[in-house]
T-cell receptor, first 113, second 114 residues
Framework: AQSVTQLDSQVPVFEEAPVELRCNYSSSVSVYLFWYVQYPNQGLQLLLKYLSGSTLVESINGFEAEFNKSQTSFHLRKPSVHISDTAEYFC???????????FGAGTTVTVRA | KAGVTQTPRYLIKTRGQQVTLSCSPISGHRSVSWYQQTPGQGLQFLFE???????NKGNFPGRFSGRQFSNSRSEMNVSTLELGDSALYLCASSPTDSGTGELFFGEGSRLTVL
């Protein structure tokens, strides 16, 4: 079974500053990788995904994540954050044909003006 | 296209009672999963259904059960409620049956057990 480690539980950051959220997973077999975002009192929204191909994946709102197989990592970055990026971010991993996601504990990002 | 719809959104039960939560997936999605979210344990997988068949199950006691209907709608049931069952229960549907894990989540049903 997969385990997912998000190394930071809380990340405070100033508006327009860069942010990096770290994620490591346990298995080296073929996996699918995801970042989800959860705003208060809402469900999870898919931010971006790695299924195959290019190891650098991007979202429509400026986030990017890079799959590093040798380090079993999938860190999330944004070069310049906005107040609206304040939310909880979850890294998730799925083994192929496992039909379930293993989530990290989440990282709360608080963007201050 | 309508998103994943979960009902009820909020409910309060007492210990020993049972509860049934409902989930309507996005139209055309045949895979439905359920997750429990708590502050202490985070997000934990309950079960996944595809075409009325349970394909995977998490490590929860038998008090937690689910089913999927022919129209892909799903229900989960928790019997003999305990205080620790208080949580946000999230339903998610998937547009494929390939097990990639790309899920679309509803807003959840928040259960409080008193």
């Amino acid at each position: 079974a997969q385990s997912v480690t998000q190394l930071d539980s809380q990340v405070p950051v100033f508006e327009e500053a860069p942010v990096e959220l770290r994620c490591n997973y346990s298995s080296s077999v073929s996996v699918y990788l995801f970042w989800y975002v959860q705003y208060p009192n809402q469900g999870l929204q898919l931010l971006l995904k790695y299924l195959s191909g290019s190891t650098l994946v991007e979202s429509i709102n400026g986030f990017e994540a890079e799959f590093n197989k040798s380090q079993t990592s999938f860190h999330l970055r944004k070069p310049s954050v906005h107040i609206s990026d304040t939310a909880e971010y979850f890294c998730a991993v799925s083994d192929q044909d496992d039909y379930k996601l293993s989530f990290g504990a989440g990282t709360t990002v608080t963007v201050r003006a | 296209k309508a998103g994943v719809t979960q009902t009820p959104r909020y409910l309060i039960k007492t210990r020993g009672q049972q509860v049934t939560l409902s989930c309507s997936p996005i139209s055309g999605h045949r895979s439905v999963s359920w997750y429990q979210q708590t502050p202490g344990q985070g997000l934990q997988f309950l079960f996944e259904y595809f075409s009325e068949t349970q394909r995977n199950k998490g490590n929860f006691p038998g008090r937690f059960s689910g089913r999927q209907f022919s129209n892909s709608r799903s229900e989960m049931n928790v019997s003999t409620l305990e205080l620790g069952d208080s949580a946000l229960y999230l339903c998610a549907s998937s547009p494929t049956d390939s097990g990639t894990g790309e899920l679309f989540f509803g807003e959840g049903s928040r259960l409080t057990v008193l």
